[in-house]
Nanobody, 122 residues
Framework: VQLVESGGGLVQPGTSLTLSCVAS?????MGWFRQVPGKEREFVGT????????NYADFVKGRFTISRDIGTFTLYLQINNLNSEDTAVYYC???????????????????WGQGTQVTVSS
């Protein structure tokens, strides 16, 4: 499975941003992670194979929304009210069909995108 993210960039605090991740084929659960230099990759959220269930990290607090279009194999991450702490490289990931829901650990994902940088700054 190949994953290609897009949508990152330099954005101002308080604005919204939507990241996309296109998969090369249908996948099981997909997730978003983020990483800043010197820290481990951090779980953001995950969505099941048909988009019917989502699970988020506690820090999300309603600002992040994950969705997917199963017809186009596309995963989305909408982030509202961006702040400087959201600055990171954001990665999408896909899990094998054998993984058990919810898939929240980086080690449980089998394919990763290359990452897209999000920088929140005025």
């Amino acid at each position: 499975v190949q994953l290609v993210e897009s949508g990152g960039g330099l954005v101002q605090p308080g604005t919204s941003l939507t990241l996309s991740c296109v998969a090369s084929e249908r996948t099981h659960s997909m997730g978003w992670f983020r990483q800043v230099p010197g820290k481990e990759r951090e779980f953001v959220g995950t969505i099941n194979w048909n988009g019917g269930r989502t699970n988020y990290a506690d820090f999300v607090k309603g600002r992040f929304t994950i969705s997917r279009d199963i017809g186009t194999f596309t995963l989305y991450l909408q982030i509202n009210n961006l702040n400087s702490e959201d600055t990171a490289v954001y990665y999408c990931a896909a899990a094998r069909w054998s993984r058990i829901w919810p898939v929240t650990k980086a080690s449980e994902y089998d394919w990763w995108g290359q990452g897209t940088q999000v920088t929140v700054s005025s």
